[in-house]
């Protein structure tokens, strides 16, 4: 459609012609798919945008003004940009975990994610070191000592044997007879 024509169609609207309406939305309707298809990614509800687009259109033409010398065109191409780009914004996070990945599959977006955290490994290596701290003044001073570096304070046997001076294999045979005491006098099963 040339822009007199447009022009027409456009006064026509504002004077609220449905004839002129009917023409304007089916003559822009490539316009709004193609929006729609850029923005939006609901296939299955095309046509409630297609009638979101027609009334965006229909609200173009009541504030379009003819004195800026702007073709109606190039006014509803932006009108509608920002429109289905807002609606879009909206959308972008509203998907569930709980919802297939894709069409036919039947494991969850929430399967697909990895296991950042061992609740359970992590509840049982704390109920270890709570019980570690109950029976670690049972210990001799040493075997106590080289327990609470390494399990409490985190620190590697190379790390411990570097700041005293001694081979790390021996705090390994250290810590290995202390973890056969605690297991034996006491019963536990401590992870190592």
Aim: charged share 25%; aromatic share 10%; glycine share 6%.
């Amino acid at each position: 459609m040339d822009n007199n024509e447009m022009i027409l169609l456009v006064r026509g609207a504002r004077a609220r012609d449905t004839e002129c309406q009917l023409a304007l939305i089916e003559g822009f309707r490539p316009l709004m798919l193609a929006m729609i298809r850029r923005y939006i990614y609901e296939v299955d509800a095309v046509d409630d945008y297609l009638s979101e687009g027609a009334i965006v259109l229909l609200n173009a033409v009541q504030t379009f003004n003819e004195d800026l010398g702007v073709p109606f065109s190039g006014y509803l191409k932006k009108e509608l940009f920002y429109y289905f780009v807002n609606v879009a914004k909206l959308h972008q996070n509203l998907y569930s975990l709980d919802s297939g990945s894709s069409e036919g599959e039947s494991f969850s977006l929430l399967d697909t994610l990895a296991d950042a955290a061992d609740i359970e490994g992590d509840y049982i290596k704390a109920s270890d070191l709570s019980a570690l701290q109950v029976y670690l003044p049972r210990l001799r001073e040493r075997q106590r000592w080289i327990i609470e570096e390494h399990y409490f304070k985190r620190r590697s046997f190379r790390e411990i044997a570097d700041s005293i001076g001694v081979s790390a294999n021996s705090l390994v045979k250290l810590h290995r007879r202390a973890i056969a005491d605690l297991r034996t006098y006491f019963g536990m099963e401590l992870a190592n």
